[in-house]
């Protein structure tokens, strides 16, 4: 079986502060670094909306 390989890429988003801490005390709160958490909070809502399905999610 073929292993998946996850090619990332790089982008940049502008928060709000009241968002950016937010997203921070998440990503503390479930031991994660902001990108990560950034990456989870997107991947749900893209699943959720049927833009993803969960099974593409590597």
């Known amino acids: 079986m ?3 390989t996850e090619v990332k890429k790089g ?3 502008y928060l ?3 968002i950016n801490k937010a997203v ?3 990503a503390k ?3 994660r670094s ?3 958490q950034i990456e989870r909070i997107l991947k ?3 699943v959720d909306k049927g ?3 969960k099974e593409e999610i590597f």
């Open 51 to 53: 833009y993803l399905k």
């Open 29 to 31: 709160d479930e031991d």
């Open 34 to 36: 902001f990108t990560k």
């Open 11 to 13: 982008t940049t988003i």
């Open 2 to 4: 073929k292993e998946k």
């Open 24 to 26: 921070k005390k998440a």
């Open 44 to 46: 749900d809502w893209l």
């Open 16 to 18: 709000g502060p009241t």
